[in-house]
């Protein structure tokens, strides 16, 4: 794919980390290879749901395929519904849970909406998350 990529003279980025599945299942974790695994720059912010959002085959607008919920009903609300995801985007991507008061979350590469998926996969935690132990989880 990189070569095709290239031959044509197209940008192209690659996901080499696998992730959980969107219904929070480990099944595709297993088949990934640790060689291949790419440490991710830091997570500085993202323009999910403020520059672009993501719509499943129901018509439920999210701020983009991985974090999914809450979502946008656009057959019942229409496009006038899609103001509310800069909102919702700010809820998901704020720390929470198990990362509140992270001291590592400067170099952290996982958003939000990936670690809340990857804990419920209860993935390694070396696939997603710097420390050894499970951070407790903190509800604000
Ligand atoms: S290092 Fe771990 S606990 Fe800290 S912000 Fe990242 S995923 Fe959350």
Same mark, same amino acid.
């Given at each position: 794919?990189? /070569?095709?990529?290239?031959? $044509?003279?197209? /940008?192209? *980025?690659?996901?080499?980390?696998i992730s ?7 099944e595709s974790?297993?088949?990934? +290879?640790?060689? $291949?695994?790419? &440490? *991710?720059?830091? $997570? ?8 672009? $959002?993501? #719509? %499943?085959?129901?018509? *439920?607008?999210?701020?983009? &395929?991985?974090?999914?919920?809450? +979502? #946008? %009903?656009? #057959? /019942? ?8 995801? +800069? =909102?919702? +985007?700010d809820d ?13 979350? =400067? ?7 990936? #670690?809340?998926?990857? /804990?419920?996969? &209860? ?12 951070? &407790?989880?903190?509800?604000?």
């Amino acid at each position: 794919m990189r /070569r095709l990529a290239e031959r $044509f003279g197209l /940008r192209h *980025r690659e996901y080499a980390n696998i992730s959980p599945t969107i219904h929070g299942g480990a099944e595709s974790l297993p088949s990934q +290879s640790p060689q $291949f695994l790419r &440490k *991710r720059a830091p $997570f500085t912010g993202c323009d999910a749901g403020h520059t672009s $959002f993501h #719509v %499943d085959p129901f018509g *439920r607008a999210s701020i983009c &395929k991985i974090g999914r919920e809450p +979502s #946008v %009903d656009l #057959v /019942r609300d229409g496009p006038p519904g899609l103001l509310r995801l +800069s =909102g919702i +985007s700010d809820d998901l991507l704020r720390r929470q849970g198990g990362c509140t008061g992270c001291t590592l979350q =400067g170099t952290c590469g996982t958003c939000m909406p990936l #670690v809340q998926l990857y /804990r419920r996969a &209860k993935a390694p935690l070396a696939t997603y998350c710097q420390h050894q132990e499970p951070r &407790k989880e903190v509800s604000q």
